[in-house]
């Protein structure tokens, strides 16, 4: 039995009707799921979103004998998933579309898209690499249609992880983890 963390996209909640599934699916594996609430409107930057969610998890952890942790994130959730490693070994990692804004993603992020972030979060994503130390078990997930940036990221991240590692891409999905072929292949790994 592990503690089965669950981190939602960025502006999302773990209340939403596809992380309530992973959830179930987590407590009919034996795990004890945890959802994350990340307070996307209050925090500005990547570094207070990180430092929020080790908050919640460190809380957890007191509570519990097992240390036994796993963890799931989507998009902007992976990303602090990814952070984490540095802090925390997990058991297994579910990366499920990990949003490409590391250090050596900036060149290719679109204009438009870094807009829609704003400057201080900006800055706080800069300093960033993904990491390349952790050597626990890891899915990456990503959707075939999402746009070729993420689909890179996919790629290069799962090159870079040095522990046990699957891939999967889903053939009918963008970047929608409630999408019912992704969601699908997240609850297929996770049995």
Known sequence: MALFFIIPGYGESPNGKAYRKIALAAKKKGHIPVPIEVDWRKNKSMSLYVKETKQKIRTSLKNQKDKDIQILGFSF???????????????????????????????????????????????????????????????????????????????????????????????????????????????EVIN
């Open 77 to 187: 959730g992976a990303y602090i998933a990814a952070l984490l490693t540095r802090k925390y070994y997990f058991q297994k990692i579910y990366f499920c579309s990990m949003s490409p804004y590391f250090k050596d993603d900036f060149s290719a992020i679109p204009t438009e898209w870094k807009k829609k972030l704003g400057k201080k979060m900006l800055q706080s994503l800069q300093k960033y690499k993904f990491p390349t130390t952790s050597k626990c078990s890891a899915v990456f997930l990503v959707g075939k249609k999402e746009p070729p940036i993420s689909i890179n990221r996919f790629h290069k991240s799962y090159r870079q992880w040095r522990g046990r590692k699957k891939k999967f891409i889903i053939e009918k999905s963008d970047h929608d983890i409630g999408n019912a072929a992704y969601l699908k292949k997240v609850l």
